[in-house]
T-cell receptor
Framework: QKEVEQDPGPLSVPEGAIVSLNCTYS??????FMWYRQYSRKGPELLMY????GNKEDGRFTAQVDKSSKYISLFIRDSQPSDSATYLC????????????FGKGTTLSVSS | ETGVTQTPRHLVMGMTNKKSLKCEQH?????MYWYKQSAKKPLELMFV???????ENNSVPSRFSPECPNSSHLFLHLHTLQPEDSALYLC?????????????FGPGTRLTVT
């Protein structure tokens, strides 16, 4: 079983839809959880991060962590064509130092 | 220039060539990283430098040789690569070594090995 599983998609939605992106993981030591957004021909940029369990909201984006289920989610409300990108989940455990373990990324396309 | 820059943006090289990738960060950070992003695979950490000293080498083949002359510059020297080394090579930096939240990525170098 891979450490981090993420459905690569592609996921296509109409403008204004609510998007749900998910990752599952196997390492219960993970404490830091991140979502990166990567536009075509660009490097990843940090979108949101959470520590341990719970929810975090930032504008149209909400990140959720359920450590009991080893499951994290990113919700995008009122999706826009500018949200079209690849979304990467990443996580790390304190004792692993700098190692960020990434998912493969989910490609999202929002049509107007 | 701002953020993290990488040159060249695209590189095509034969298996017997020697080339170098360059990364420069303009953020005043102390830690720099090389990642490999292959199609259909997760990002893989290759090397980490903290204050110019290599702190991590994740079992990367010796045909990849990193160099960090100062905290702002990072190089990846390439020689006798294989076609499976074709990928997007990303450089990142962070203020603090080990900071899981604040890694800033460059745009990457798209490498094709023929």
């Amino acid at each position: 079983q891979k450490e981090v599983e993420q459905d690569p998609g592609p996921l296509s939605v109409p403008e204004g839809a609510i998007v749900s992106l998910n990752c599952t993981y196997s390492n219960s030591a993970f404490q830091y959880f991140m979502w990166y957004r990567q536009y075509s021909r660009k490097g990843p940029e940090l979108l949101m991060y959470t520590y341990s369990s719970g929810n975090k909201e930032d504008g149209r984006f909400t990140a959720q962590v359920d450590k009991s289920s080893k499951y994290i989610s990113l919700f995008i409300r009122d999706s826009q064509p500018s949200d079209s990108a690849t979304y990467l989940c990443a996580m790390s455990a304190p004792q692993a130092g700098t190692a960020l373990i990434f998912g493969k990324g989910t490609t999202l396309s929002v049509s107007s | 220039e701002t953020g993290v820059t990488q040159t060249p943006r695209h590189l095509v090289m034969g298996m017997t060539n020697k080339k170098s990738l360059k990364c420069e960060q303009h953020l005043g950070h102390n830690a720099m990283y090389w990642y490999k992003q292959s199609a259909k695979k997760p990002l893989e950490l290759m090397f980490v430098y903290n204050f110019k000293e290599q702190t991590e080498n994740n079992s990367v083949p010796s045909r990849f040789s990193p160099e960090c002359p100062n905290s702002s510059h990072l190089f990846l020297h390439l020689h006798t690569l294989q076609p499976e080394d074709s990928a997007l090579y990303l450089c990142a930096s962070s203020q603090v070594y080990g900071d899981p939240y604040e890694q800033y990525f460059g745009p990457g170098t798209r490498l094709t090995v023929t």
